[in-house]
């Protein structure tokens, strides 16, 4: 604009209201305002979600067929089968232990090997107790490495 001898500013972007007004545009505008707000809550959910997922998913079904047994030395059992989901980059040993101090002996079909990073297991897992000890109509199972607990009914006569 110099090189024609005009006002600079002559040719530009303006809304109607700004050349009738003579008024400069607000920096701060409210939809891109409420745009970013909405990006930073959902950016923030998906990292609650991610980051806060148990480390190894456990379910816990009960064996069709007979609701308990009867053992040899005169304890009962229940089998269960338990599906174990990995979802961590290292493997995690298999132990269980029952919580509450419940007189409850826990077996398992194949604990002994670890649970390879994003694996999934069956196990069967048979709780026995003595019934004249055990009371009680839920047990609290744990893994020992994640702290997982699952908290399984058991039946008895």
């Known amino acids: 604009m110099k090189s024609l001898k005009r006002p600079l500013g002559l040719i530009r972007t303006a809304t109607h209201h700004e050349l009738?007004?003579?008024?400069?545009?607000?920096?701060?505008?409210?939809r891109p305002v409420l745009y970013g707000l909405g990006l930073v809550t959902l950016i923030t959910v998906l990292v609650?979600?991610?980051?806060?997922?148990?480390?190894?998913?456990?379910?816990?079904?009960?064996?069709?067929?007979?609701?308990?047994?009867?053992?040899p030395d005169g304890k009962l059992a229940n089998l269960f089968q338990v599906r174990l989901v990995n979802r961590r980059d290292e493997a995690i040993p298999l132990n269980f232990t029952v919580l509450n101090k419940a007189p409850v002996v826990v077996?398992?079909?194949?604990?002994?090997?670890?649970?390879?990073?994003?694996?999934?297991?069956?196990?069967?897992v048979v709780l026995s107790f003595d019934q004249q000890v055990f009371k009680e109509h839920r047990v609290a199972l744990?893994?020992?490495?994640?702290?997982?607990?699952?908290?399984?009914?058991?039946?008895?006569?």
Do not use: F, W
Not at 20 to 30: I, Y
């Open 20 to 30: 009738e007004t003579g008024q400069k545009p607000r920096r701060l505008r409210p």
């Open 107 to 124: 077996t398992c079909s194949s604990c002994n090997e670890p649970l390879k990073p994003y694996e999934e297991r069956r196990l069967l």
């Open 142 to 157: 744990q893994l020992d490495a994640t702290g997982s607990v699952s908290e399984i009914p058991i039946i008895h006569p």
């Open 48 to 71: 609650m979600v991610v980051g806060g997922r148990d480390p190894v998913q456990i379910t816990v079904v009960r064996q069709p067929g007979a609701a308990y047994s009867q053992m």
